[in-house]
């Protein structure tokens, strides 16, 4: 979450993306397995296993999608917005099970055993139109992600580096991944027909297997973060502090802790010194008026819990 990011993390508009992003899937896993068995490609097999693995990667994302939005309840009172991030952690297994153990494992056995290679027409094929809907897939991505990091007012990279909509993160990441990847089996193909040996293609297998690799790590990483708990920008803290300084009962914030829940949720608790000679109905009003202040600076704060403290100078009570 960048230093203005407002109120609306763009849920539905994150719904969209990844459901395009399965059904391109979807559609191109199902034709890369029938060309790779035609065409006896391991870079083909291999290229199959990466979209089964999106596949399954943007159906874990949907669910994290429906149950982290559910409200808050009785038994959850702080929402159940951290379980998205554990639905995309599991995402990030799938990609590294399903997409990239089966490529270096077939392209390890491709090198070690041989093959064939078959006909590459209908990979050469599904490879093109699998470019076109994975191209299709990214640019919905990309255009939610830029227009989300123009909004808060990022840079696109950082916006992407630390963005807490790991859903819309994922999908770009593994369609860039994806057309990465069919460049490498349309070259490993290549290779292969032109020097009738199948080492282009396992070679091919086990870098789309390396490229996978790194996709897991980096979903994996970034989901670990926001589940052990990451907090604001330090130059969201800061203004955060300012805020709460306007207030002519707050002498000063002792504690400050902040927690990203979600895309769109933040918690706020802070320690604070008010003036000795503040009234008890000062300091409740003083606490309420700076709550609604943070939330009209930063929509995305969901939760404010103050909690008044004696400062070092402050006089001891009778």
């Not at 230093?3 to 719904?15: M, V």
């Not at 890369?32 to 159906?59: F, Q």
């Not at 055993?113 to 209908?122: H, I, K, M, S, T």
Request: charged residues 20%.
């Amino acid at each position: 979450m960048t230093e203005t990011q407002a109120h609306d993390g763009g849920g539905g508009e994150s719904t969209f993306t990844v459901v395009v992003a399965a059904v391109a899937n979807l559609g191109i896993a199902v034709a890369k397995a029938v060309a790779g068995v035609v065409s006896g490609s391991s870079a083909m097999l291999s290229e199959a296993a990466h979209s089964v693995a999106d596949t399954v990667t943007e159906l874990l994302l949907l669910t994290a999608l429906k149950r982290s939005g559910r409200p808050a309840d009785e038994e959850h009172p702080l929402g159940h917005g951290p379980e998205r991030y554990i639905w995309a952690m599991l995402a990030a297994v799938a990609t590294f099970v399903g997409g990239a153990v089966f490529s270096l494992y077939d392209g390890v056995h491709t090198l070690a055993v041989g093959e064939e290679p078959g006909d590459p027409l209908a990979s050469y094929l599904v490879l093109a139109v699998a470019f076109v809907l994975e191209g299709y897939s990214l640019r919905t991505g990309l255009k939610q992600a830029r227009g989300e990091a123009a909004r808060v007012k990022a840079p696109f990279k950082r916006y992407l580096r630390y963005t807490p909509d790991t859903a819309v993160k994922a999908v770009v990441m593994e369609d860039s991944a994806a057309l990465v990847g069919l460049v490498l089996a349309a070259g490993g193909l290549l290779g292969g027909q032109l020097t009738g040996c199948g080492v282009w293609d396992g070679l091919a297998s086990l870098l789309i297997g390396v490229l996978l690799l790194y996709v897991a790590w980096v979903l994996g990483r970034s989901n670990a973060e926001l589940l052990v708990g990451r907090p604001l920008p330090g130059a969201v803290r800061e203004r955060i502090r300012a805020e709460l300084l306007e207030s002519e009962h707050i002498v000063a914030v002792l504690e400050l802790t902040t927690l990203v829940q979600g895309p769109d949720e933040a918690l706020v608790a802070a320690k604070v010194d008010f003036r000795d000679v503040s009234t008890a109905a000062e300091i409740e009003w003083a606490c309420e008026r700076a709550e609604q202040r943070l939330r009209a600076a930063f929509p995305a704060i969901g939760r404010v819990y103050l909690d008044p403290t004696p400062g070092p100078l402050s006089s001891p009570g009778p």
